[in-house]
């Protein structure tokens, strides 16, 4: 399943916890990190755990983002258990922090009777540090995906103004470096802008052109938006569907040639981005 819609909800607020995913959000992000204070985060972290393994997740994944360093190694302690579909670790620097988190997943896993390998990692690159040890942390173990924290990464690298456009450059060198250590295209930045929903609506309009798949979100009027931006309508999944279909054909006929509607050549390329068409179709609403 392509998640779509990220939400994250702060992880000491459990009253919240199952109207995410009412909201329709594909992936219910509860946080430890920014969202929660100091005084609270043990009491989060139960009430995170509690509901990831008995709460009513309907069709959403449960994710978790944890704290930095030690505390956010006691967070997995605390919270990796059946439910959690992946954690995501904030502002990771080096590749070390992936194998840190990774080596505490599998001992919990490992203590609560789960599959090995069952909880996936999302770093968050948002340092320059980070986007200069991207090679390393991208093939991380567990590693399925990449976000951008971009509010922190602009601070850090002193940029202000049209965020959509200075950051367009790192945009795309982390959509490279993804798709080249053959992972999930990277996950949509976070907009605080959820009172302008049309301003919103047209920059998750681009970060879908610039390759991302799906976006994650802090307010849950965000989360309409974000699904209808990646879900393909009926035009692009027939599209689809006769690309490869044609490229099928080729190969029965041995021709080794396939030509779409419009007269181009086929190739590999063209026919992994038909099937993310088909997949996200799947994800979102069961079409074929």
């Known amino acids: 399943m392509i998640v779509r819609s990220w939400l994250y909800v702060p992880g000491d607020r459990p009253e919240r916890f199952s109207k995410a995913v009412e909201k329709g959000a594909d992936a219910v992000v509860l946080d430890l990190e920014d969202a929660v204070s100091a005084d609270k985060k043990e009491a989060a972290r139960e009430f995170v755990a509690d509901w990831a393994r008995d709460g009513d997740h309907g069709s959403a994944q449960v994710w978790v983002r944890v704290n930095q360093g030690a505390l956010g190694l006691d967070d997995l302690r605390a919270v990796v258990g059946p439910g959690i579909s ?6 990771v620097d080096s590749v070390a922090t992936v194998v840190d988190a990774v080596e505490v997943i599998e001992a919990a896993e490992l ?7 069952s909880v996936a990692v999302v770093p968050l690159i948002e340092s320059a540090v ?3 040890n991207l090679g390393g942390i991208i093939r991380g173990p567990r590693v399925v995906q990449l976000q951008v924290g971009e509010v922190d990464l602009a601070g850090d690298l002193g940029l202000s103004g049209d965020v959509d456009q200075h950051l367009s450059p790192i945009r795309s060198a982390i959509l490279v470096a993804s798709v080249a250590a053959g992972i999930s295209p990277p996950v949509g930045p976070v907009s605080t802008e959820f009172r ?3 301003a919103f609506a047209e920059s998750t309009r681009i970060v879908r052109e610039q390759g991302f798949v799906g976006r994650a979100c802090i307010h849950p009027d965000q989360v309409t938006l974000v699904n209808a931006a990646f879900t393909p309508d ?3 999944i ?5 690309l490869l279909d044609r ?9 080794g040639i396939a030509i779409a509607e419009d007269g181009r050549m086929i190739d590999e390329a063209s026919a992994r981005a038909a099937r993310r068409v088909l997949e996200l179709a799947r994800s979102s609403t069961g079409q074929e």
């Open 86 to 91: 992946g954690v995501c670790l904030p502002k």
């Open 111 to 117: 203590q609560r009777g789960m599959d090995r390998g």
């Open 130 to 132: 980070g986007l200069a």
């Open 196 to 198: 302008n929903l049309e």
């Open 234 to 236: 009926a035009a692009e």
């Open 238 to 242: 027939e599209a689809a569907h006769s």
């Open 247 to 255: 490229l099928a054909a080729s190969i029965r006929d041995g021709s």
